[in-house]
């Protein structure tokens, strides 16, 4: 009999494992995948590790800082500042057509890049930050009033809101055309308010030692170990049945796994609902190159582009992808002080809106084509907004829905979950509970944050 058993061997999962097996609890994390990690995980290929998630580690702030989520998590966790070893961005943007706003990990350069473009909205910027700081984060009423609607009756400059909402949306958001508010003030907070960072060696390192803690302290990490079924009698779940038939009693079932899919293991919920199925996913296409980018002319982290004055938050409506917003994210632009300042390869990482059902239909020889075409079309909208690079790659790689499907179990491959965010954590059931991107926390930092939050509250206290 475990104390708690936790299902997903993600960020949020690791994270209370770590947190209850300090306090001497029986913890038992099952994994259904040959790795750990879910979407945040890696993978290597010709030689190269390659991220499946990781553009940045958000919400970062520097050693030494006693608030915010990164230093809660480093005191909840027991780690020190160096087990992370995250290296700050030098700077990133946002891209639409005639106007780019930059920012970096100090809010007053997106002030002062919103005072030169939009002079007329600096006041109304300010009072946009008021109203984030009033925020409370477990307010599930207040989380779910439209972020657009609070934004645009702040900000009146029309462009600038959808200047706003694309990076936020583009790091967190699961609701199509909207963003919820909390969802919102969260999203704000760890990109413009705290910032970007990315440990030297990608997200392998905290995954190194998130296990190493999590093993140290006497929890059992079962790799390969699905749950296909969660046995519940009279409200209560009495245990977990695994894919093999195995079956495993905990007192109570942590599961990052989502909404949707925790819903349809329980053995007494016939059909769950569908709109817990979220919709947006991506594709990501990776260039090496045989030089650093910066040689290129290409110094910025990150670059959030849209070809419009409209910014549009949907799948596409025909195609397999949407190329008329995307990211542009180098690994190399961020200030590695303590690595010689640089990675060994160039890399170039773009992400392109997807849609799922149409890459899962396509057979295997169309599915290959079909990575090809569509890196090709991802780079070429991505180089209108960034040194074309096109001429010095020397090793390519695409991931698809399909390859994130596989690595989370999320339903369309939905990379931010359910639409529908579960703040408390709570269930149907009275010792089941949701952690992770469903609970409403997202990014590195946010799903452990969810992980340790959820831990603390339903596992912990009596």
Not at 23 to 40: F, M, P
């Amino acid at each position: 009999m475990y104390d708690t058993i936790i299902i997903g061997a993600g960020m949020s999962g690791l994270a209370a494992g770590i947190r209850l097996a300090h306090y001497d609890q029986k913890v038992c994390i099952l994994e259904r995948h040959y790795t750990i990690g879910g979407l945040n995980s890696f993978y290597r290929m010709n030689g190269r590790d390659y991220d499946v998630g990781l553009h940045a580690v958000t919400n970062f702030t520097e050693k030494g800082t006693r608030k915010g989520p990164l230093a809660r998590i480093l005191r909840q966790l027991r780690f020190k500042w160096e087990d992370f070893a995250l290296a700050p961005q030098k700077g990133s943007r946002i891209a639409f057509p005639g106007v780019d706003l930059r920012f970096d990990n100090d809010l007053d350069l997106i002030r002062s890049e919103v005072a030169s473009a939009f002079p007329g909205q600096v006041d109304n910027f300010e009072s946009l930050l008021a109203k984030i700081a009033d925020y409370d984060d477990l307010d599930q009423e207040a989380f779910e009033i439209s972020g657009r609607k609070i934004v645009s009756e702040t900000i009146t400059e029309p462009l600038l809101v959808e200047m706003i909402f694309c990076p936020l949306m583009w790091y967190g958001n699961a609701k199509e055309h909207d963003m919820a508010w909390g969802q919102f003030c969260i999203m704000f907070r760890s990109i413009f308010m705290e910032g970007f960072a990315r440990p030297y060696k990608g997200v392998r390192l905290i995954l190194k030692n998130l296990v190493k803690r999590f093993r140290g302290l006497g929890g059992e990490l079962k790799l390969r170990c699905g749950v296909g079924k969660i046995h519940v009698d009279g409200g209560h779940a009495t245990a977990v049945e695994l894919d093999n038939g195995e079956i495993l009693q905990g007192k109570r079932i942590l599961s990052s796994a989502g909404q949707l899919e925790t819903m349809r293991m329980c053995s007494d919920v016939s059909q769950p609902d569908p709109r817990l199925a979220g919709q947006m996913t991506f594709i990501e296409s990776i260039s090496v190159l045989d030089r650093q980018p910066e040689a290129l002319g290409n110094d910025d982290t990150i670059v959030f582009y849209n070809d419009s004055e409209t910014f549009n938050w949907q799948p596409p409506e025909k195609e397999l992808c949407d190329t008329r917003t995307g990211v542009i994210c180098s690994p190399n632009n961020y200030v590695y002080a303590d690595h010689d300042g640089q990675l060994a390869d160039g890399v170039v990482r773009i992400t392109t809106i997807a849609d799922f059902d149409r890459w899962n239909a396509l057979k295997e020889d169309d599915y290959r084509n079909a990575k090809l075409r569509w890196y090709d079309e991802s780079v070429a909208a991505s180089v209108r907004f960034t040194p074309d690079f096109r001429p010095y790659v020397i090793d390519t790689d695409v991931f698809t829905p399909t390859t994130i499907r596989r690595f989370t179990w999320h339903d369309n491959g939905a990379v931010y979950g359910s639409p529908e965010k579960k703040l408390d954590g709570t269930t149907h059931l009275d010792n089941l509970f949701l952690c992770g991107t469903d609970q409403g926390f997202v990014g590195i930092i946010g799903a452990m944050m969810s992980g340790i939050s959820m831990a603390n509250i339903h596992c912990l206290r009596p």
